[in-house]
Nanobody, 124 residues
Framework: QVQLVESGGGLVQAGGSLRLSCAAS????????MGWFRQAPGKERQFVAA????????YYADSVKGRFTISRDNAKNMLYLQIHSLKPEDTALYYCAAVNSGGFFTSEASYDYWGQGTQVTVSS
């Protein structure tokens, strides 16, 4: 069973950048496909980006393509989300998630393990 802890959120101005991190422990990291999701106040949690176990396959929500980059460092058991050109509508609690599989997944229901989230707030 893997445990996930997110970090790197904060308050930034529109147009700024952030790098979110997710530290994984308690499992063999390379067994897991990983994903990032976010939940804005009053809204359902939504898919942001997904990554296969090797990092070779990635997939992004249309709303973040070209601004967000998902990556992983398997040697360090770390998942990242680099965010550029932040917009106020990116304000949300960002979660990392893991599933013991070789593919990559965009559905929240596909993931078995979740972190507690890191808050990103973008001011206009």
């Amino acid at each position: 069973q893997v445990q996930l802890v997110e970090s790197g959120g904060g308050l930034v101005q529109a147009g700024g950048s952030l790098r979110l991190s997710c530290a994984a422990s308690g499992g063999t990291f390379t067994n897991y496909a990983m994903g990032w999701f976010r939940q804005a106040p009053g809204k359902e949690r939504q898919f942001v980006a997904a990554l296969s176990w090797s990092g070779a396959s990635t997939y992004y929500a249309d709303s973040v393509k070209g601004r967000f980059t998902i990556s992983r460092d398997n040697a360090k058991n770390m998942l990242y989300l680099q965010i550029h050109s932040l917009k106020p509508e990116d304000t949300a609690l960002y979660y990392c998630a893991a599933v013991n599989s070789g593919g990559f997944f965009t559905s929240e229901a596909s993931y078995d393990y979740w972190g507690q989230g890191t808050q990103v707030t973008v001011s206009s």
